[in-house]
């Protein structure tokens, strides 16, 4: 048993800033590649940004500058730091992890979802 919760979402004015966290807790042997995706009302899911094992790092164009994503092995959390919102980053955020468990079976873990709404 695996899952990824997703917090920090929230209500902000333009220009402003939220912290969204990513924790994955339950038979996890390693986490791999991490990454953050959104969805708009009306669009589909977009990849934002991943992080690897090694912390590399790669962002969308519309982000880059703007987010940071980061994650922290020891406490198996992914991070993403978002700057200078726009009322176009409107969206749910979603975690995704690929994960192998403690039966070293490799899987793709999706949450919930966190809402982040910017707005005047």
């Known amino acids: 048993q695996v899952q990824l919760v997703e917090s920090g979402g929230g209500l902000v004015q333009p220009g402003g800033s939220l912290r969204l966290s990513c924790a994955a807790s339950g038979r996890i042997f390693s986490i791999n590649d991490m990454g953050w995706y959104r969805q708009a009302p009306g669009k589909e899911r977009e990849l934002v940004a991943t992080?690897?094992?090694?912390?590399?790092?790669a962002y969308a164009d519309s982000v880059r500058g703007r987010f940071t994503i980061s994650r922290d092995n020891a406490k198996n959390t992914m991070y993403l730091q978002m700057n200078s919102l726009k009322p176009e980053d409107t969206a749910v955020y979603y975690c995704?992890?690929?994960?192998?468990?403690?039966?070293?079976?490799?899987?793709?873990?999706w949450g919930q979802g966190t809402r982040v709404a910017v707005s005047s």
């Open positions: 992080v690897t094992d090694r912390a590399s790092t």
């Open positions: 995704n992890a690929n994960i192998r468990d403690s039966d070293f079976v490799y899987t793709t873990y």
